[in-house]
């Protein structure tokens, strides 16, 4: 008789294209998001959340244990976690804002310890034994065998509800024989989730179950959605390191700024695992990359050109933080208040300190006066905010990235009937596709084989090097500036380069 010694989070369905991609994951995910917005009830029905329980006990091989029981006895998908503290008021943070990952929790190993806690979750909590474990759960085990995406119909939106709910969402717990290394945590509070915005931890799940399906299929890395109920930076922080001890690394994920600043600051200093912040770093690293390709084939260098971002959140500030590093030295930023400037009124402590090595004259008009005479647009903000003559305002041979999803600053093609050299944006149906998919896999990957602890500024320039060397000379072209997000050597290379 086989005998389970371990779990991994793996995928309902195989990624196997970038149109299977884009219902797996975006623009396809924000359906089922917007659908839990409406409705909270439906994160059961387009999500795994209806079978997934968490285990929480002060010992994660116990929970562990406890987990692989539940699995291979009533088919639950059970996540085991290790909490670090015993006090209640701890405990009671924890399992009260998890909540939206799961559809029940399971304390029976600490019944001693919280029998006498008045828990504030909608969901069945387990606080010791019971005659009926299914019952009590209301688990529901769905699998796709043999799964062909032809038989979903419509558009990508439709297509991408149709499979979430066939599957009920997009991964599940596997038992192996082999102790597995734990998962990689992707925690969110879902106030900056894709082009949707603020619309809270359940409604931003069927991203993050998304997430760990690129983990795996790209990255073979085990990954676990976790969502939370409060967006107080300080609660993140104490839930993260509560828990920490359950999970190899956390991937922070759609947590909008300057929150998210704060909450990986804080994070990197206190905790004993690597922590990276996706929506800032990874779009960073795919942004350097596909940049120095395309200054490559535009005759100019990053030292000399003239940079104007859209939009100062968290991953315009990453993304022009890197490019800096580089040797970038004209670089203006714009939000809704207009150019960033030092001393601005409408400044928060992150358009501060940017302020400090970027927009050096002080300019302090808009964006339509701003990008005359730009060689490069980098926009991570709204839809439709570049025009024609905007675009044609702009230096010879014009580099633009609108990278707003799912509807970018302007769209790929007209930029280019406006004159646009090159054109990318975060789209699977046009060339030069800007997906974090390329970076988060293979460097997490990396950074477990090689045990790192914290994922410093070196790493994130080798990985955007390394990609950006992936397409060979011969193949560069104004179509052609990053290999394809679905590209096997992508993650090894990212992996193999992170030392």
Same mark, same amino acid.
């Given at each position: 008789?086989?005998?389970?010694?371990?779990?991994?989070?793996?995928?309902?369905?195989?990624?196997?294209?970038?149109?299977?991609?884009?219902?797996?994951?975006?623009?396809?995910?924000?359906?089922?998001?917007?659908?839990?917005?409406?409705?909270?009830?439906?994160?059961?029905?387009?999500?795994?959340?209806?079978?997934?329980?968490?285990?929480?006990?002060?010992?994660?091989?116990?929970?562990?244990?406890?987990?692989?029981?539940?699995?291979?006895?009533?088919?639950?998908?059970?996540?085991?976690?290790?909490?670090?503290?015993?006090?209640?008021?701890?405990?009671?943070?924890?399992?009260?804002?998890?909540?939206?990952?799961?559809?029940?929790?399971?304390?029976?190993?600490?019944?001693?310890?919280?029998?006498?806690?008045?828990?504030?979750?909608?969901?069945?909590?387990?606080?010791?034994?019971?005659?009926?474990?299914?019952?009590?759960?209301?688990?529901?085990?769905?699998?796709?065998?043999?799964?062909?995406?032809?038989?979903?119909?419509?558009?990508?939106?439709?297509?991408?509800?149709?499979?979430?709910?066939?599957?009920?969402?997009?991964?599940?717990?596997?038992?192996?024989?082999?102790?597995?290394?734990?998962?990689?945590?992707?925690?969110?509070?879902?106030?900056?989730?894709?082009?949707?915005?603020?619309?809270?931890?359940?409604?931003?799940?069927?991203?993050?179950?998304?997430?760990?399906?690129?983990?795996?299929?790209?990255?073979?890395?085990?990954?676990?959605?976790?969502? +939370? &109920?409060?967006? =107080?930076?300080?609660?993140?922080?104490? $839930?993260? @390191?509560?828990?920490? %001890?359950?999970? *190899?690394?956390?991937?922070?994920?759609?947590?909008?700024?300057?929150?998210?600043?704060?909450?990986?600051?804080?994070?990197?200093?206190?905790?004993?695992?690597?922590?990276?912040?996706?929506?800032?770093?990874?779009?960073?690293?795919?942004?350097?990359?596909?940049?120095?390709?395309?200054?490559?084939?535009?005759?100019?260098?990053?030292?000399?050109?003239?940079?104007?971002?859209?939009?100062?959140?968290?991953?315009?500030?990453?993304?022009?933080?890197?490019?800096?590093?580089?040797?970038?030295?004209?670089?203006?930023?714009?939000?809704?208040?207009?150019?960033?400037?030092?001393?601005?009124?409408?400044?928060?402590?992150?358009?501060?300190?940017?302020?400090?090595?970027?927009?050096?004259?002080?300019?302090?008009?808009? +964006? &339509?006066?701003? =990008?005359?005479?730009?060689?490069?647009? $980098?926009? @991570?903000?709204?839809? %439709?905010?570049? *025009?024609?003559?905007?675009?044609?305002?702009?230096?010879?041979?014009?580099?633009?990235?609108?990278?707003?999803?799912?509807?970018?600053?302007?769209?790929?093609?007209?930029?280019?009937?406006?004159?646009?050299?090159?054109?990318?944006?975060?789209?699977?149906?046009?060339?030069?596709?800007?997906?974090?998919?390329?970076?988060?896999?293979?460097?997490?990957?990396?950074?477990?084989?090689?045990?790192?602890?914290?994922?410093?500024?070196?790493?994130?320039?080798?990985?955007?090097?390394?990609?950006?060397?992936?397409?060979?000379?011969?193949?560069?072209?104004?179509?052609?500036?990053?290999?394809?997000?679905?590209?096997?050597?992508?993650?090894?290379?990212?992996?193999?380069?992170?030392?």
């Amino acid at each position: 008789m086989v005998k389970y010694n371990g779990i991994k989070i793996v995928s309902k369905v195989e990624v196997k294209d970038k149109n299977t991609l884009a219902i797996v994951y975006t623009p396809g995910v924000a359906a089922s998001c917007l659908k839990i917005k409406e409705n909270p009830e439906c994160s059961y029905d387009y999500t795994n959340r209806e079978n997934s329980v968490a285990v929480i006990s002060f010992d994660y091989d116990k929970s562990l244990e406890r987990a692989i029981f539940l699995k291979s006895t009533l088919g639950i998908d059970a996540y085991p976690f290790e909490i670090s503290s015993q006090d209640k008021v701890k405990i009671k943070l924890v399992v009260d804002n998890i909540e939206p990952s799961f559809g029940a929790i399971d304390l029976s190993l600490i019944e001693n310890n919280v029998k006498d806690i008045d828990f504030n979750v909608s969901i069945p909590v387990l606080k010791g034994k019971t005659n009926d474990l299914k019952e009590f759960f209301l688990c529901v085990s769905k699998r796709l065998f043999m799964f062909d995406y032809n038989q979903l119909t419509g558009t990508t939106n439709e297509k991408s509800l149709q499979l979430r709910k066939m599957a009920g969402g997009v991964v599940e717990i596997e038992l192996t024989e082999d102790k597995q290394q734990k998962p990689v945590g992707i925690v969110s509070d879902g106030s900056a989730v894709l082009g949707l915005g603020d619309i809270k931890g359940l409604a931003g799940l069927p991203v993050m179950e998304g997430k760990a399906v690129l983990f795996q299929e790209l990255g073979d890395v085990s990954a676990m959605p976790l969502c +939370l &109920k409060t967006q =107080i930076p300080d609660e993140i922080i104490e $839930i993260v @390191l509560l828990l920490q %001890n359950s999970f *190899s690394g956390i991937n922070l994920e759609d947590i909008k700024a300057p929150r998210c600043f704060e909450v990986e600051n804080k994070l990197i200093e206190k905790a004993e695992i690597p922590i990276f912040h996706d929506d800032q770093h990874g779009t960073a690293v795919v942004v350097l990359a596909a940049l120095l390709n395309a200054l490559h084939l535009a005759g100019k260098k990053i030292e000399d050109v003239k940079i104007v971002f859209s939009g100062a959140g968290a991953a315009a500030i990453a993304v022009c933080k890197l490019i800096l590093a580089v040797g970038a030295k004209n670089i203006i930023m714009f939000d809704i208040d207009g150019a960033i400037y030092k001393g601005r009124e409408q400044n928060n402590f992150a358009h501060e300190e940017i302020a400090k090595y970027t927009n050096l004259n002080c300019f302090k008009g808009n +964006l &339509k006066e701003g =990008i005359k005479n730009a060689d490069v647009f $980098i926009g @991570l903000s709204a839809p %439709n905010l570049l *025009s024609e003559e905007m675009v044609k305002s702009m230096n010879n041979k014009p580099i633009i990235f609108g990278l707003a999803n799912p509807t970018p600053e302007i769209m790929p093609d007209e930029a280019k009937k406006y004159g646009a050299f090159i054109t990318a944006s975060g789209r699977s149906d046009f060339p030069n596709q800007i997906n974090n998919s390329l970076v988060f896999p293979g460097l997490f990957n990396g950074v477990l084989k090689n045990n790192i602890k914290k994922i410093t500024n070196e790493i994130k320039l080798n990985c955007a090097f390394a990609l950006a060397s992936m397409v060979k000379e011969e193949e560069l072209s104004v179509d052609y500036i990053l290999p394809d997000a679905l590209d096997r050597q992508v993650p090894l290379t990212i992996s193999n380069n992170v030392i």
